[in-house]
T-cell receptor, first 116, second 110 residues
Framework: GAVVSQHPSRVICKSGTSVKIECRSL??????MFWYRQFPKQSLMLMAT?????????EQGVEKDKFLINHASLTLSTLTVTSAHPEDSSFYIC????????????FGPGTRLTVL | GEDVEQSLFLSVREGDSSVINCTYT??????LYWYKQEPGAGLQLLTY?????DMKQDQRLTVLLNKKDKHLSLRIADTQTGDSAIYFC??????????FGAGTRLTVKP
């Protein structure tokens, strides 16, 4: 159990376009979902935390108008990178925490975004 | 399947050594990582090991890699209460994409 999927796994887009990444908890209800950005050989950087039905909480330095997060249901959160630029190219990982009373986060497999 | 597997829980006494184990399945992994996550915080990269190494030591941390068995371990010497956290192992596959284990919750008892 506790499977989290992300779609797409890879995406290549042109500069200036917007890209939506989906994160789904497949077999549990995710009351909280997290979006991370990962740079090679560096720590994952937490971008934002979202709770179902409420606005996401963004970490300092993360532009909320650029990285739109929607957590519309207990099994789905989306991250939209608006007006993407090459510097947005990265590996984006979501994780989900259920309502089982533990802090365990279950991670998605990640999405590799390449902006040309 | 291609999974990274870890046991979910480990409990030790303060001052003892902790050993967290991980198995992975992708033999083409280039780097293997250990991340630490404290409550309410993002993941912190603790250490990583290149796949052509079999051991790496960094202060209280020792990473052992058995590539033949695809087994990775993290040993924390003289475990302290501040080490209580969730530890994730992860493998870096092609193009730096990463695959994570579910995390091991380490509880350190005084």
């Amino acid at each position: 159990g506790a499977v989290v999927s992300q779609h797409p796994s890879r995406v290549i887009c042109k500069s200036g376009t917007s890209v939506k990444i989906e994160c789904r908890s497949l077999d549990f209800q995710a009351t909280t979902m997290f979006w991370y950005r990962q740079f090679p050989k560096q720590s994952l950087m937490l971008m934002a935390t979202s709770n179902e039905g409420s606005k996401a909480t963004y970490e300092q330095g993360v532009e909320k108008d650029k990285f739109l997060i929607n957590h519309a249901s207990l099994t789905l959160s989306t991250l939209t990178v608006t007006s993407a630029h090459p510097e947005d190219s990265s590996f984006y990982i979501c994780s989900a925490k259920g309502n089982r009373g533990t802090d365990t986060q279950y991670f998605g497999p990640g999405t590799r975004l390449t902006v040309l | 399947g291609e999974d990274v597997e870890q046991s979910l829980f480990l409990s030790v006494r303060e001052g003892d050594s902790s050993v967290i184990n991980c198995t992975y399945t992708d033999s083409s992994s280039t780097y293997l990582y250990w991340y630490k996550q404290e409550p309410g915080a993002g993941l912190q990269l603790l250490t990583y090991i290149f796949s052509n190494m079999d051991m790496k030591q960094d202060q209280r941390l020792t990473v052992l890699l058995n590539k033949k068995d695809k087994h990775l371990s993290l040993r924390i010497a003289d475990t302290q209460t501040g080490d209580s956290a969730i530890y994730f192992c992860a493998e870096s596959i092609s193009n730096n994409d990463m695959r994570f284990g579910a995390g091991t919750r380490l509880t350190v008892k005084p």
